[in-house]
């Protein structure tokens, strides 16, 4: 007698491969039968506690996703339905260099001022842990015990591991300070960690050069984990910056997975396939690479992101004074409207493009849904004056949407063969980036019935067997016997992202159930009050 039997159901076993009807067994958590054509062989059908007619759904194995930023959401929110809602099973956190382990007390309190706008400034939390360990078995104890809403994978942050070795100062690394990074990368990758992430547009992490990554990346290899660079540009030059995590990840024998990969801004419109083609060549060469995308055109980071790189230097109170002393304001401001920081890839900044999504102070509410250049022209300034005050007066705790993508590059991107799906998705703030509530319910609606970029079966593949193979999950990302029983039913007719960017926390169409550990979390359209997630560690090479 198993625990569950999910009947008449269309299988998409995430292959890739075509489609079948079967009756599938669940028990203790794993898929324990599938038989197919059930019901049409008159075959002697799984017996259960619980039988779940699926006439008309989809099973697929449960999604992936390759770049969350849900490190302190997890333990925030019991019912995280931003993802589970979307049938997603798993989140790769620890993303763009930055996140909360390792610290030391030092390194906490600058970790949380810097990324504030992508996490909220933690208040609400206990940060009982300073390891990765640590970090892993807080999500493994979630709520009272009972675990967390997803199962999370965490990438260990170059960015955090630097503040503790070298902090904020731009300049390399002493032999003892590398010696130090090496062993906290290597003491992460033991406790669990999957790979190594960095956040090259943002401080401290992209103070560090190419030679210093690679003697990481290598430590990263020896553990059978991977790198996960956002890398040194998506604009200007942004072609560069991906051969050079090619290059860099091929001298340190360290497989690679591009973050975002995305190709933005009016200097890269039509070049995603120039992107496709350099990755084509590594992996011929046998480069070991994937990349993840959004299915949006739009961006999302912090206003503070934007500033030049040498403004940043020294961390959040020394950025602050920087805007406050008006020569240097004046400075950054050259950088970001003519030269083209860093920070916002060499590209001149186009304030129409920059959208207000969140702010920290609640005061400044007003500013949300605007780009700086509307408000600009609400008070009568230039758009500059209005940015440098909102950094301010926010405390540098504002998010952005960046509207500088292009629907070509996306499209041919998002239908590569090394493809997979992460939602890149913040949570705070007043008006979010559609993609943290629609990102997988938007792949099967729009790209796959809508408009056809994808089919069915690859698509599921690409949110499904292909991450959890860059995972090294040898029993997830697949329907098989043996199989843990992390699963996603859905309708293809309907399936749908609610979000938009007009009302970004809708929730999703068409996804009726997903399980966790073969737990329903979503049962007939209502997120459960089942904890069933935990901390997926690293499986050794």
């Known amino acids: 007698m198993m625990d569950l039997v999910v009947r008449d159901v269309e ?11 079967a009756d599938v067994g669940i028990e203790g958590g794993r898929i324990t039968a599938i038989v197919q054509e059930a019901a049409a062989a008159g075959c002697l059908r799984p017996v259960a506690r619980r039988v779940l007619d699926a006439e008309g759904l989809v099973l697929s194995p449960g999604f992936i996703d390759m770049h969350a930023h849900s490190d302190l959401a997890l333990l925030r929110d019991p019912d995280h339905s ?7 099973t798993l989140e790769v956190i620890g993303q763009d260099g930055l996140s909360y382990a390792p610290v030391d007390d030092r ?10 706008g992508w996490n909220g400034n933690g208040d609400d939390i206990d940060f009982s842990w300073r390891s990765v360990g640590e970090y892993l078995d807080r999500l493994d104890h979630g709520f009272d015990g009972e675990g967390i809403a997803v199962n999370a994978a965490y990438l260990i942050p170059q960015g955090s591991v630097r503040m503790l070795a070298v902090g904020w100062d731009d300049r390399a690394a002493t032999p003892q300070e590398l010696d130090r990074m090496r062993q906290l990368i290597a003491d992460g990758m033991r406790e669990g960690a999957v790979g190594m992430s960095s956040g090259l547009t943002y401080t401290p992490g992209m103070y560090a050069k190419d030679s210093e990554l690679t003697e990481l990346c290598r430590v990263v290899a020896e553990f059978g984990g991977y790198y996960c660079p956002h890398h040194r540009s998506y604009g200007a030059g942004a072609l560069d910056a991906y051969r050079e995590m090619v290059e860099l990840t091929r001298e340190a024998g360290c497989p690679l997975h591009l973050a975002h990969a995305t190709m933005n801004f009016g200097v890269n419109k039509g070049r995603g396939p120039e992107l496709l ?4 060549r590594a992996l011929a060469a046998g480069g070991d690479i994937s990349l ?3 299915p949006y055109t739009p961006g999302c980071t912090t206003l503070v992101a934007m500033l030049p790189s040498w403004a940043s230097e020294g961390g959040p109170e020394a950025i602050l004074a920087r805007l406050r002393e008006e020569e240097t304001a004046e400075k950054i401001r050259h950088h970001m409207e003519v030269v083209g920081a860093d920070g916002c890839h060499g590209v001149p900044i186009e304030w129409d493009t920059i959208e207000i999504s969140g702010v920290a102070d609640p005061a400044l509410a007003a500013y949300v849904g605007r780009t700086v250049q509307e408000s600009a022209d609400a008070r009568g300034e230039a758009p500059w004056v209005t940015a440098r005050r909102l950094l301010l007066d926010d405390g540098l705790g504002s998010t952005i949407l960046q509207h500088v993508g292009h629907e070509e590059n996306v499209q041919a991107i998002m239908r590569h063969r090394v493809h997979t799906g992460g939602s ?3 949570l705070r703030g007043d008006k979010p980036h559609p993609r943290a509530y629609g990102t997988f319910p938007q792949y099967l609606g729009r790209y796959v019935r809508e408009l056809g970029v994808l089919g069915l079966e690859e698509c599921v593949a690409h949110l499904t067997s292909r991450p959890a193979a860059r995972l090294r999950l040898p029993d997830r990302g697949l329907v098989r016997e043996g199989y843990r029983a992390d699963l996603v039913l859905f309708d293809p007719a309907t399936v749908a992202a609610g979000s938009t960017f007009e009302d970004p926390r809708t929730l999703p169409t068409g996804i009726p159930y997903v399980l966790i550990d073969g737990r329903f979390v979503v049962e007939d359209g209502r997120r459960t009050d089942v904890l069933a997630g935990r901390a997926v560690r690293r499986t050794a090479p």
């Open 11 to 21: 299988v998409v076993d995430g292959s890739g491969g075509p489609s079948y009807r």
């Open 424 to 426: 890149d998705g913040i």
């Open 277 to 280: 083609a350099l990755v084509d």
């Open 82 to 88: 931003a993802k589970v809602a979307q049938g997603v």
């Open 107 to 116: 390194t906490l309190a600058e970790v949380r001022r810097a990324i504030t």
């Open 292 to 294: 993840d995308t959004y």
